[in-house]
């Protein structure tokens, strides 16, 4: 979706420049909608791989890229951004990996609809002397039917209502939140497999998410 579609999507005042991404890497930056207050949503990019603001360093020790929807309003790392700093993520797919024998096969998962998914996100400002870091975790919850022969774990994908009430600054309990934490039905995703190419982060292009012809049914 062009910059000017996701503006109008979203009623976001300015939308910065976009390059369309296919293999999105942990620490890379990805394009994030968040609340501003006052004002309307805005649009910005964030590190993926989310940083506490109480870090020493602007790096964790352990893997933020996700934060598991049943523990999240729990963890330090993420309890307070849960109550006060959530943000959207919207995308075209993902990938997940089914182990095959001793391999594992890439699949990319997308929106049975075309338009795009929309995962709920949290993000963090981390600042030490001068230096400042945005960056951003990826809720995840169990599989639904479609994707769980393939990974038992997907992201929390939310619909436009959803949205609304995710990026709402006047709600900070969790339990207020905690329905939307849920697998999105199945109807709303495609799934197919892809070629090997997509597990070096160093490969980009659309060609990625070609359908592997080989085990599509």
Request: hydrophobic share 45%; charged share 25%; net charge neutral.
């Given at each position: 979706?062009?910059?000017?579609?996701?503006?109008?999507?979203?009623?976001?005042?300015?939308?910065?420049?976009?390059?369309?991404?296919?293999?999105?890497?942990?620490?890379?930056?990805?394009?994030?909608?968040?609340?501003?207050?006052?004002?309307?949503?805005?649009?910005?990019?964030?590190?993926?791989?989310?940083?506490?603001?109480?870090?020493?360093?602007?790096?964790?020790?352990?893997?933020?890229?996700?934060?598991?929807?049943?523990?999240?309003?729990?963890?330090?790392?993420?309890?307070?951004?849960?109550?006060?700093?959530?943000?959207?993520?919207?995308?075209?797919?993902?990938?997940?990996w089914?182990?095959?024998?001793?391999?594992?096969?890439?699949?990319?998962i997308?929106?049975?609809?075309?338009?795009?998914?929309?995962?709920?996100?949290?993000?963090?400002?981390?600042?030490?002397?001068?230096?400042?870091?945005?960056?951003?975790?990826?809720?995840?919850?169990?599989?639904?039917?479609?994707?769980?022969?393939?990974?038992?774990?997907?992201?929390?994908?939310?619909?436009p209502?959803?949205?609304?009430?995710?990026?709402?600054?006047?709600?900070?309990?969790?339990?207020?939140?905690?329905?939307?934490?849920?697998p999105?039905?199945?109807?709303?995703?495609?799934?197919?497999?892809?070629?090997?190419?997509?597990?070096?982060?160093?490969?980009?292009?659309?060609?990625?998410?070609?359908?592997l012809?080989s085990?599509?049914?």
């Amino acid at each position: 979706m062009a910059g000017a579609a996701l503006a109008e999507r979203f009623n976001l005042p300015a939308m910065p420049d976009l390059t369309p991404r296919y293999n999105i890497a942990p620490n890379q930056f990805v394009l994030a909608i968040r609340a501003t207050e006052p004002g309307p949503w805005e649009a910005v990019f964030l590190r993926w791989g989310l940083v506490p603001a109480w870090s020493p360093e602007p790096r964790t020790t352990y893997s933020t890229i996700n934060a598991r929807a049943e523990t999240v309003a729990d963890k330090p790392t993420y309890r307070q951004a849960f109550r006060q700093r959530r943000c959207l993520i919207p995308a075209a797919g993902f990938y997940e990996w089914r182990k095959v024998g001793s391999r594992k096969q890439p699949y990319c998962i997308a929106p049975a609809d075309d338009a795009l998914l929309i995962f709920a996100g949290l993000w963090e400002r981390w600042e030490r002397d001068g230096q400042v870091l945005e960056s951003c975790t990826i809720l995840v919850t169990q599989a639904n039917a479609r994707i769980a022969p393939i990974h038992d774990r997907m992201p929390v994908i939310l619909d436009p209502e959803g949205e609304a009430r995710w990026l709402d600054p006047t709600i900070t309990e969790p339990a207020r939140l905690r329905s939307l934490l849920v697998p999105c039905p199945m109807e709303r995703v495609r799934v197919w497999p892809v070629g090997m190419a997509v597990n070096n982060a160093r490969h980009e292009g659309p060609e990625l998410m070609t359908p592997l012809a080989s085990l599509v049914d």
